[in-house]
């Protein structure tokens, strides 16, 4: 079974700098695309920014310039270096996967359980 695990959300001053990850886990051979997602109180939940396994990169409008994703594909981890926050930015931060082979099986759009990044004026 393969799991997402986030971590690093947290409290930060708009303005300020954070940094989320993301560790997939579970005898994987190889992972396509990953990406994160946010998800706003009362609103649905958008794309942030996705990484191809050979470094794409694609960035919603409203983060190109101030955030960065990256990946380790020997850590099968993602990351999003995020700076100049807004308190806009203020969601759950959601990684995704959206192809996973492994030892058994092969997983599509696999989802970890989010962290949260609150940004205050």
């Known amino acids: 079974q393969v799991q997402l695990v986030e971590s690093g959300g947290g409290l930060v001053q708009a303005g300020g700098s954070l940094r989320v990850s993301c560790a997939a886990s579970?005898?994987?051979?190889?992972?396509?695309?990953m990406g994160w997602y946010r998800q706003a109180p009362g609103k649905q939940r958008e794309l942030v920014a996705t990484?191809?396994?050979?470094?794409?990169?694609k960035y919603a409008d409203s983060v190109r310039g101030r955030f960065t994703i990256s990946r380790d594909n020997a850590k099968n981890t993602v990351y999003l270096q995020m700076t100049s926050l807004k308190p806009d930015d203020t969601a759950v931060y959601y990684c995704n996967a959206d192809k996973v082979v492994t030892r058994l099986t092969t997983y599509f759009n696999a989802w970890g359980q989010g962290t949260q990044v609150t940004v205050s004026s």
């Open positions: 579970g005898s994987i051979f190889s992972i396509n695309a």
């Open positions: 990484i191809t396994s050979g470094g794409i990169t």
